[in-house]
């Protein structure tokens, strides 16, 4: 199973609040765990990423919590600022079974995220 | 460096009109993807290569088809456009098969009438 399930798919959050927005998924198979930021007209940057035998990273202002045997992830957004509307994205990458192939990344649905003053 | 690089930004086709989405990344990387996102749907992979001569279909690559003869080059190319190809189209690179971080380009914005 390659499905990454995201959400909410939008979320209003008033400024200096915390945004979480929250992923799950099936394939145990997925070894890392990025998520992406993407602002209007934009495409997708890395934002921050995890391995799954690491439970939380922190990065400034964002942080990733991962649950192994829930096989769920989730990005913490702290004192967030306008600067921070965007889509987010998670995604999971799952090594390739071959010499051959190359790592594919799987996304989430995305959540529009807006912050209000 | 410019990174990854689309054109064009905006393209209307009509129905049964076939083009080629230019993609070119300056970084001398090896892998290069592309995908198609639409609204609630997220990103999805439509063809990927890993190297130049060697392509290989993603999740959805009916409809398109791909090349790549220079390591810096990958155009998507559409062929005999149908309404369901109307999507925003993002290419990207990376470094190798052990990287995780993916360049995206701009993205073209299609729509097919």
């Known amino acids: 199973q390659q499905q990454v399930k995201q959400s909410p798919q939008s979320l209003i959050v008033q400024k200096g609040g915390i945004s979480i927005i929250n992923c799950a998924y099936e394939n145990t198979a997925f070894d890392y765990f990025p998520w992406y930021q993407q602002f209007p007209g934009k495409g997708p940057a890395l934002l921050i990423a995890i391995r799954p035998d690491v439970s939380e990273k922190k990065e400034g202002r964002f942080t990733i919590s991962f649950n192994k045997s829930a096989k769920q992830f989730s990005l913490h957004i702290m004192d967030s600022q306008p600067g921070d509307s965007a889509t987010y994205f998670c995604a999971a990458r799952r090594w390739a079974v071959s010499n051959f192939g190359n790592e594919k990344l799987t996304f989430g649905t995305g959540t529009r995220l807006t912050i209000i003053p | 460096n410019a990174g990854v690089t689309q054109t064009p930004k905006f393209r209307i086709l009509k129905i049964g009109q076939s083009m080629t989405l230019q993609c070119a990344q300056d970084?001398?990387?090896?892998?290069m993807y592309w995908y198609r996102q639409d609204p609630g749907m997220g990103l999805k992979l439509i063809y990927y290569?890993?190297?130049?001569?060697?392509?290989d279909k993603g999740e959805v690559p009916n409809g398109y088809n791909v090349s790549r003869s220079t390591t810096e080059d990958f155009p998507l190319r559409l062929e005999l456009a149908a309404p369901s190809q109307t999507s925003v189209y993002f290419c990207?690179?990376?470094?190798?098969?052990?990287?995780?971080?993916?360049?995206f380009g701009p993205g073209t914005r299609l729509t097919v009438t």
């Open positions: 970084m001398n990387h090896n892998y």
């Open positions: 990207a690179s990376s470094w190798d098969r052990d990287s995780y971080e993916q360049y």
């Open positions: 290569s890993v190297g130049a001569g060697i392509t």
